[in-house]
């Protein structure tokens, strides 16, 4: 069974970084397509970015594209979200995830109901 922990969450300024991890044991991450998503009070989960089995990265939210970046370290076992030039909007529960059972190994999607591993999620608050 698949565990994902995720961490690096916190508060930051308007236009800081930071950089969120999220370890995976019990199966390696490069069996799974893997994501992040997001949640915000009173709002939906939506779809960040994705990796897909072949590693290549597939799509990317349109409010965050060229602020934010995913990537998986094999020899790690751990997915990241480097995250840049933050705004007050990218306050959520960010969460990462994987799908067991993608329709494709090179290709991945955001649907949140694809994905059924799902770590606890950490708290991204960007305020001054």
């Known amino acids: 069974q698949l565990q994902l922990v995720e961490s690096g969450g916190g508060l930051v300024q308007p236009g800081g970084s930071l950089r969120l991890s999220c370890a995976a044991s019990?199966?390696?991450?490069?069996?799974?397509?893997i994501g992040w998503f997001r949640q915000a009070p009173g709002k939906e989960r939506e779809g960040i970015s994705c990796?897909?089995?072949?590693?290549?990265?597939?799509s990317v939210l349109d409010s965050v594209k060229g602020r934010f970046t995913i990537s998986r370290d094999n020899a790690e076992n751990t997915m990241y979200l480097e995250m840049n030039s933050l705004k007050p909007e990218d306050t959520a529960v960010y969460y990462c995830?994987?799908?067991?059972?993608?329709?494709?190994?090179?290709?991945?999607?955001?649907?949140?109901?694809?994905?059924?591993?799902w770590g606890q999620g950490t708290q991204v608050t960007v305020s001054s």
């Open positions: 019990g199966r390696t991450l490069n069996y799974y397509n």
């Open positions: 990796i897909s089995k072949s590693g290549d990265v597939g």
């Open positions: 995830a994987a799908d067991p059972f993608p329709r494709s190994a090179s290709v991945c999607d955001l649907r949140v109901d694809e994905y059924a591993y």
